[in-house]
């Protein structure tokens, strides 16, 4: 072993057990706070090229009769390996979690689609920003890892049998080379491309990650396709691809698809290099670091759980990690000592299919009480206060509206294209409008995505005592003006929003007077992204030019825009209200935490400088609700008075809020002067 790491008669190798535990340490280091280590993210990578090497190593020591032979052994060795573990953590998780998670729908679904080995879908499919504030919230998040893994599962041993690489005396290792060598380079060249584009698909996805397994299916399959070239990897000095490992894990997030390519090469070295005599081999093997890398999988389950609930909970403090680093290593000892290593070990049934039988019943038998509970009646296990008034939720976005003494109600339902469903849905004035449009002195027409018809509450006055007339439409996910796809970029809501532009807004505007407005009203975070690069300016630049066109059109009929901004990233923090107020389990503060004022003024900092050119130019007037929403160093729930500021999770103006917003807009409308100047 000394002078061949990569010998296919090697059994057990402490060392990548050592590795292991570099790989989950960076992990939980960079999860507590990224700044200890930005880019330990990549300790996932190292994990996939360690299985991508085992698993294949795995194979040629158990040479399969038949396929069918091959994957019942190789199924119920993989279930008891991961089903036990997983098991314990996502049941009894998931329960705590509906304690101290006010509406824990998402976490529960991601926990049971990681038992059946498809969070990582459910995730991409959930559009997540891994590396947002949200998904710190979802206590399942983390198995997005396990997902790929278990999909690759899926084809290596069909693949392995199919080259011959199973078959007993069948050698096989130049045909597997082959085959995982293309499949690899095609994955990796899906890695980079959909990475800048596509991050979410890139990051969660399989296919964009099968090349981190298939460097480790690659390595071992060396020495039987070229001795020469794995005898000369196995007398590489290993220290360098450690020190190597180290550096790409110090980076920044900006680095991340050549600090992957870099971890992915070190680790495949590392594996190959490591042997007896060296200083690496000996830091790997060091008793303890062996101990960590054993416990590695319980591990990397429960990290993340006790970080997860201790965000929505006490929080992270420098006075609470030593507790919290604590607490994850006596569940993780625990799980691996009196669960993971014994049902391991045990022999469940005599036979291979009643193994992988018991194993899938154990998965659905926790999936469905997961189930059960979250079709429970809301807060139905939650133990804090929800102290939320009506008019609370995504669902009263749709509530009608009407203001008291005035002609004219809001009917809600009837003034929003919902999805695709509705595109030929037609939007009555007469259905939408608060006080007369008829008799109005002036009037205005609100337009927007589903922030606009959160605004129903904000024109009291002006109807009441000005006389204007307030018409609110809305188009779930509609681009922020016509020259734009559906936010999202597709789902259901691709028609509704070429229907809106171009057929719902054109006939409500034509039936405006001169000096009449439209306002528009959109939340506008896809154009304040956490770092700017060609992408976010190329959407800018297409923002400006859509509302100078939109401006020019209004101007034509003598009508004025107005444009909403200021509105903060409540969205990222993926909090329902309910976590806004001070609850017995989060005596420091709940985990409402959005990105404070300094960090979204820098951030909108681009898309204030648009819209203050274009006001500057006579083209709109921005409406800016920033210091309402941010009136001091936090962006925080709640308001000065201590009124909650979001009616749901998705960052929508609760009622109250939209009240204290109500002078700030009437400011604007109420402005008088002559329609926004044409181009």
């Known amino acids: 072993m000394s002078d061949t790491p990569l010998s296919p008669g090697?059994?057990?190798r402490a060392e990548i057990d050592g590795l292991r535990a570099l790989a989950v340490v960076a992990v939980i280091l960079n999860h507590i706070d990224d700044r200890?280590?930005?880019?330990g993210y990549l300790g996932v990578d190292i994990f996939f090229v360690i299985s991508g090497f085992v698993i294949t190593a795995s194979l040629t020591r158990r040479p399969a009769r038949s396929l069918g032979d091959l994957l019942l052994g190789f199924y119920s060795r993989r279930l008891k390996r991961l089903v036990p573990a997983l098991l314990v953590f996502v049941v009894v998780v998931g329960i705590l979690s509906c304690l101290v998670i006010p509406r824990p729908h998402t976490a529960l679904r991601t926990g049971i689609s990681a038992l059946f080995g498809f969070s990582n879908i459910y995730l991409h499919g959930q559009a997540t920003d891994y590396f947002g504030t949200a998904t710190k919230l979802n206590p399942f998040t983390h198995t997005w890892s396990l997902g790929v893994e278990e999909q690759v599962y899926l084809l290596l041993p069909l693949v392995a049998w199919l080259t011959g690489f199973a078959r007993p005396g069948a050698g096989g290792h130049r045909a597997l080379f082959g085959v995982m060598g293309v499949a690899s380079l095609a994955s990796l060249i899906a890695f980079v491309q959909l990475y800048p584009t596509q991050q979410a698909a890139a990051y969660f996805l399989m296919p964009p990650r099968l090349w981190e397994m298939g460097a480790g299916c690659l390595l071992f399959c060396l020495g039987g396709v070229w001795p020469a070239a794995a005898r000369g990897l196995g007398r590489l000095p290993?220290?360098?691809?450690v020190l190597g490992l180290v550096a790409v894990m110090l980076l920044p997030l900006a680095w991340a698809v050549p600090a992957t390519v870099a971890a992915v090469l070190l680790t495949t070295l590392l594996i190959a290099s490591l042997r007896q005599g060296t200083a690496a081999y000996r830091l790997f093997s060091l008793p303890?670091?062996?101990?960590?890398g054993l416990i590695s999988y319980s591990?990397?389950?429960?990290?993340?759980?006790?970080?997860?609930?201790?965000?929505?909970?006490i929080g992270l403090h420098w006075w609470s990690l030593p507790f919290q680093i604590g607490l994850m290593v006596l569940l993780s000892v625990a799980s691996y000592r009196w669960v993971e290593k014994p049902l391991r070990q045990a022999s469940w049934a005599p036979r291979r299919d009643r193994t992988i039988a018991i194993g899938v019943g154990g998965l659905a038998a926790g999936a469905g009480l997961l189930i059960g509970v979250d079709n429970l009646p809301p807060f139905s296990l939650y133990t804090g206060r929800n102290p939320i008034p009506a008019g609370m939720g995504v669902e009263s976005l749709v509530d009608p509206y009407r203001v008291a003494g005035a002609a004219g109600t809001w009917q809600g339902s009837p003034c929003v294209l919902a999805n695709d469903g509705e595109a030929a849905k037609t939007i009555a004035i007469e259905d939408c409008t608060l006080g007369d449009f008829a008799t109005a002195r002036h009037r205005v027409l609100v337009v927007g995505?589903?922030?606009?018809?959160?605004f129903a509450g904000a024109f009291d006055e002006m109807v009441a005592a000005d006389g204007y007339a307030v018409t609110i439409t809305s188009a779930w996910a509609a681009s922020p003006v016509g020259n734009f796809a559906a936010l999202g970029g597709g789902g259901p809501f691709v028609a509704t929003n070429r229907a809106y532009w171009n057929r719902v807004v054109p006939g409500l505007v034509a039936q405006l007077r001169p000096g009449d407005w439209v306002f528009l009203v959109n939340d506008m975070v896809m154009f304040s992204p956490p770092s700017q690069g060609p992408g976010s300016r190329l959407i800018l630049q297409t923002l400006r030019v859509g509302l100078t066109d939109f401006s020019a059109s209004l101007a034509r009929r003598g009508v004025r825009l107005a444009v909403l901004n200021g509105l903060p990233f409540a969205r990222e923090a993926n909090c329902h209200p309910a976590s806004a107020v001070p609850q017995w389990f989060s005596p420091f503060g709940g985990p409402c935490l959005m990105p404070d004022r300094a960090e979204s003024l820098r951030r909108r900092q681009p898309l204030d400088d648009l819209l203050g050119d274009l006001q500057a130019q006579g083209k709109l007037q921005v409406v800016d609700l920033f210091d309402l929403f941010c009136p001091e160093g936090d962006c925080t729930y709640r308001a000065r008075g201590g009124e909650i500021l979001y009616r749901d999770e998705h960052s929508h103006p609760s009622k109250q809020a939209v009240q204290l917003a109500a002078p700030l807009i009437r400011n604007v409308l109420m402005t008088p002067g002559t329609s926004a100047q044409g181009t």
Request: glycine share 6%.
């Open 10 to 12: 090697a059994g057990y």
């Open 36 to 39: 200890l280590l930005p880019s």
């Open 288 to 292: 303890a670091l062996v101990r960590v």
């Open 299 to 313: 591990l990397y389950l429960w990290h993340w759980g006790v970080l997860s609930l201790s965000r929505w909970t």
């Open 238 to 241: 290993p220290l360098p691809a």
């Open 449 to 454: 995505n589903s922030f606009s018809a959160s």
